[in-house]
């Protein structure tokens, strides 16, 4: 298949977004398939197309290119009327699918993936409707709640209407200040006072007009990978120090990952179920991964939802995939299997 893969863009997440695309275009090529890789924002000057997908292809050339246009954004996103770099929707619409490795605003939002079902382009992931539910952790909560899937109890608040009082909220420190719709944990804080719970708001408030506040789970941390309708096996994430925030996530050694995660079997199946259950109520298609806390009697809360969570072979998907098996690249083939069907 002619798969263009398609990263980068004006996110937060930009650089892990371009690790993920670079990654999967090398693994969807180990399996024969001629993928390129695009920066969405940035776009491709030159294209040669008597062959847009070429059978030889330097991805790490590409991965560079799409790195030269991180310090021109600023300028960019100025100038430009189009959210879409040049050559990109034509080239999209000569691929038979498109992999989606962005991550964050503009990607996961659900605004890429209505612009392109107007387009007719096939993608992979989830659609629109469901992407943009997922993106905001405030509705996230009410359709987890609607849907019987225990989640933190929370409130979402405007920048302009803080409750600078935890009391008014019903609530007790320590609690968890979070940007609505922020990804990679970034703009996520642990307030334990009124002080750090004021710095919060205000550190948050600065990346987004809404933020998330909810009680605090004390306990383990898990993720649930959903592709297809099967849930995979459970992965625990034990950060060496503080909670799995962004430098966690991203700086090697920081972070103890294991899998299948050391659970009761009725454990295992009941937060497996959670995570089938949280997918379903989002509508959720092709792939996604719901992260879990749990507390030391057991009590379970599904957090958020990921509609294009991190893919590098060390991501946390991949490590599960790989305790049912499968490695890198056969997973990359088989989330454009599952999200083909969208298509059929």
């Given at each position: 298949m002619n798969i263009l893969v398609l990263a980068g863009g004006t996110s937060t997440e930009r650089s892990i977004s371009i690790v993920t695309g670079t990654e999967v275009c090398k693994a969807?090529?180990?399996?024969?398939?001629?993928?390129?890789?695009?920066?969405?924002?940035?776009?491709?000057?030159?294209?040669?197309?008597?062959?847009?997908f070429p059978e030889r292809y330097d991805v790490d050339a590409a991965s560079a290119y799409m790195r030269a246009f991180d310090e021109k954004l600023?300028?960019?996103?100025?100038?430009?009327?189009?959210?879409?770099?040049?050559?990109?929707l034509r080239l999209c619409q000569l691929a038979d699918i498109v992999f989606l490795g962005l991550h964050g605003a503009n990607g996961e939002d659900g605004r890429v993936q209505a612009a392109f079902d107007l387009l007719g382009?096939?993608?992979?992931?989830?659609?629109?409707?469901?992407?943009?539910?997922?993106?905001?952790?405030?509705?996230?909560?009410?359709?987890?709640?609607?849907?019987?899937?225990p989640t933190p109890r929370g409130v979402t608040m405007s920048r302009d209407s803080f409750v600078r009082d935890i009391r008014e909220l019903g609530m007790d420190f320590p609690v968890v200040v979070k940007t609505c719709c922020g990804g990679s944990s970034v703009g996520v804080y642990i307030a334990r006072d009124a002080a750090e719970y004021e710095k919060a708001l205000e550190d948050a408030g600065a990346y987004e007009d809404q933020v998330v506040v909810?009680?605090?789970?004390?306990?383990?941390?898990?993720?649930?990978?959903?592709?297809?309708?099967?849930?995979?096996?459970v992965i625990e994430i034990a950060p060496l120090v503080g909670f799995y925030d962004y430098k966690n996530k991203y700086q090697a050694g920081s972070t103890v990952e294991t899998c299948p995660?050391?659970?009761?079997?009725?454990?295992?199946?009941?937060?497996q179920a959670f995570a089938r259950k949280g997918a379903r109520a989002l509508g959720l298609e092709a792939y996604c991964r719901l992260d879990f806390m749990m507390r030391e009697n057991g009590e379970m809360f599904c957090l958020e939802a990921n509609t294009l969570p991190g893919m590098?072979?060390?991501?946390?998907?991949?490590?599960?995939?790989?305790?049912?098996?499968?490695?890198?690249?056969?997973?990359?083939?088989?989330?454009?299997?599952?999200?083909?069907?969208?298509?059929a």
């Open positions: 969807l090529r180990q399996k024969g398939h001629p993928a390129i890789l695009a920066d969405i924002f940035g776009g491709l000057e030159t294209v040669n197309w008597e062959e847009p600023g300028d960019l996103e100025k100038t430009r009327k189009s959210f879409f770099g040049p050559n990109i382009i096939r993608y992979t992931g989830t659609g629109y409707l469901s992407s943009a539910l997922a993106m905001d952790k405030g509705i996230t909560k009410k359709f987890f709640a609607m849907g019987g899937v909810e009680e605090y789970i004390q306990g383990r941390e898990f993720s649930v990978a959903v592709v297809d309708g099967q849930a995979y096996p995660a050391e659970l009761s079997p009725e454990q295992t199946e009941r937060m590098t072979p060390t991501s946390l998907i991949p490590q599960e995939a790989a305790a049912l098996g499968m490695d890198f690249p056969t997973l990359c083939e088989e989330l454009v299997r599952v999200s083909m069907k969208k298509y």
